[in-house]
């Protein structure tokens, strides 16, 4: 408990009673959570009559309790040496360096506004916007990620992994005059990120010398693309008799998947269709042993390399 002296606590009950008449507007944010260790900055701004202002001057001081009765000589005052705003200007921001010194739940200020402060071990929550990914490949997309910033003077380090692109990170201020650490990833979409996770990461440094504590937000995107890596495999492997029967087999990758494959025979600059499905059997011979096949989805077709059977002549 912090002692202050009575003639201190004589003037701040002069302050709270006039400014009781005087204050019709204050305006804070309800809640606050801040990671314990660190530090917090709370908003806060008032309004008086026009007719009072002359009482906002240099005398004026500031305190928090965690007790809404001031006036009570159990009332538990916290002087706010470290306040940030300027009262004479009607801004009554105030930092606690050390969070873990809140021992409770709600504090007062002095204009009789309740706060809740929420002192936990784990950090504040991520967001991610958007919170899913469905995009075409090729589109050009931007990723958005949020984390509250209790702390104004050591605001969170945020990363993305794997890093895709461009990013550009700024402190923003909400409605409320809370601040968030917002870092905004552009990239164009590629087959490639498609099924793997993309998490932005933040880390929050404590002013009590504790360890760093982090926190992640994550999603998986959905890439549609048309078919890549379309490759034939034949069995049996190996050199083959003269009008042997093989069984060729086309695979790929495709999101959504592959609707149909085709299968060509190779004659020279001429494609001649043969067939079609993903396992297809064919007779060989020494002049027609080259085939290559197409995979087709919703997004277009591709066609696999050549495929040179080695025949062996009968005679």
């Not at 806060?44 to 026009?50: G, I, L």
């Amino acid at each position: 408990m912090i002692n202050v002296q009575k003639e201190e606590i004589k003037l701040f009950g002069f302050l709270l009673l006039l400014l009781f008449f005087i204050i019709w507007a204050i305006n804070m944010p309800q809640n606050i959570n801040v990671l314990r260790g660190s530090c917090v900055t709370i908003p806060c701004s008032f309004d008086v009559n026009s007719d009072h202002e002359k009482n906002l001057d240099h005398t004026c001081k500031a305190y928090w309790s965690d007790s809404h009765q001031f006036n009570s000589e159990n009332a538990k005052l916290k002087p706010t040496k470290d306040m940030t705003g300027d009262l004479t200007k009607k801004d009554c921001t105030t930092t606690f360096s050390d969070a873990s010194l809140l021992q409770s739940t709600k504090y007062y200020f002095r204009l009789e506004s309740g706060e809740d402060i929420s002192v936990k071990d784990v950090p504040p929550s991520l967001t991610l916007t958007p919170s899913t990914l469905e995009v075409e490949e090729g589109t050009s997309v931007s990723l958005t990620c949020s984390a509250p910033a209790p702390c104004w003077s050591h605001p969170p380090a945020l990363t993305w992994t794997p890093n895709l692109g461009q990013s550009q990170e700024t402190l923003q201020e909400n409605q409320d005059k809370t601040k968030v650490k917002t870092s905004v990833m552009n990239f164009t979409a590629s087959h490639l990120h498609h099924g793997n996770k993309i998490s932005c990461t933040a880390v929050y440094r404590k002013q009590d010398g504790s360890t760093d504590v982090t926190a992640e937000t994550s999603l998986t995107p959905d890439i549609s693309y048309s078919p890549k890596n379309i490759t034939v495999s034949v069995s049996p492997s190996g050199p083959v008799p003269e009008n042997s029967n093989m069984t060729l087999t086309c695979s790929s990758n495709a999101n959504p998947a592959v609707r149909n494959y085709t299968w060509y025979r190779a004659d020279g600059d001429q494609e001649t269709f043969i067939g079609t499905g993903s396992s297809f059997n064919v007779t060989v011979s020494k002049v027609k042993s080259s085939f290559f096949c197409k995979a087709t989805n919703a997004l277009g077709c591709e066609r696999s390399r050549n495929l040179q059977i080695d025949v062996q002549c009968m005679y």
